[in-house]
T-cell receptor
Framework: NAGVTQTPKFQVLKTGQSMTLQCAQD?????MSWYRQDPGMGLRLIHY???????DQGEVPNGYNVSRSTTEDFPLRLLSAAPSQTSVYFC???????????FGPGTRLLVL | EDQVTQSPEALRLQEGESSSLNCSYT??????LFWYRQDPGKGPEFLFT???AGEEKEKERLKATLTKKESFLHITAPKPEDSATYLC??????????????FGQGTILTVHP
């Protein structure tokens, strides 16, 4: 199993540009989520999904969209990038009924 | 509001010098307390899940314990390869099936040879 994979590893955007961060898992996990990690802030939940077609907002959802058309994929879309979205983004997944989450390697995003 | 606080922020040890990392939590209805290890430029790597006070889990030189208010990660005779940031997180019962995971800010551990 590859586990949780994320692409790209690093991206530079200009303010106002849009992009999609990709996340995929091959563990057949029902639950998937997106976090951002900022210095001194810890990991914060952006959006999550409990299954295909079902998504919900986390702690810091503004400026981000998600969709879940398959069990395996959970892309995160930045509609109009802002410098405040400069961060490291992690995707995670877990089985329903189990609490342990498994994280991807992260995408480092710089918005100029 | 759920809170997770880790201390110290940074810890420097000599190889073989045992110590403990602290994680204090305030969570409404704890569903699980998690420890992760994170290396620079990598994603968090799962170490332990603890579910109830008194529970202990061990893996190599690491041992995690849980009380009703805090968790400790004990490191026995650490080696330089144990150097990393250690993250603590707590999941609450929440109002949905998903629950909510609150992370601490992490403890940066450096072990010198």
């Amino acid at each position: 199993n590859a586990g949780v994979t994320q692409t790209p590893k690093f991206q530079v955007l200009k303010t106002g540009q849009s992009m999609t961060l990709q996340c995929a898992q091959d563990m057949n996990h029902e639950y998937m989520s997106w976090y951002r990690q900022d210095p001194g802030m810890g990991l914060r939940l952006i959006h999550y999904s409990v299954g295909a077609g079902i998504t919900d907002q986390g702690e810091v959802p503004n400026g981000y969209n998600v969709s879940r058309s398959t069990t395996e994929d959970f892309p995160l879309r930045l509609l109009s990038a802002a410098p405040s979205q400069t961060s490291v983004y992690f995707c995670a997944s877990r089985l329903a009924g189990q609490e342990t989450q498994y994280f991807g390697p992260g995408t480092r995003l710089l918005v100029l | 509001e759920d809170q997770v606080t880790q201390s110290p922020e940074a810890l420097r040890l000599q190889e073989g010098e045992s110590s403990s990392l602290n994680c204090s939590y305030t969570v409404s209805g704890l569903r699980g307390l998690f420890w992760y290890r994170q290396d620079p430029g990598k994603g968090p790597e799962f170490l332990f899940t603890l579910y109830s006070a008194g529970e202990e889990k061990e893996k190599e030189r690491l041992k995690a314990t849980l009380t009703k208010k805090e968790s400790f990660l004990h490191i026995t005779a650490p080696k330089p390869e144990d150097s990393a940031t250690y993250l603590c997180a707590a999941a609450n019962a929440g109002g949905t099936s998903y629950g909510k995971l609150t992370f601490g800010q992490g403890t940066i551990l450096t072990v010198h040879p």
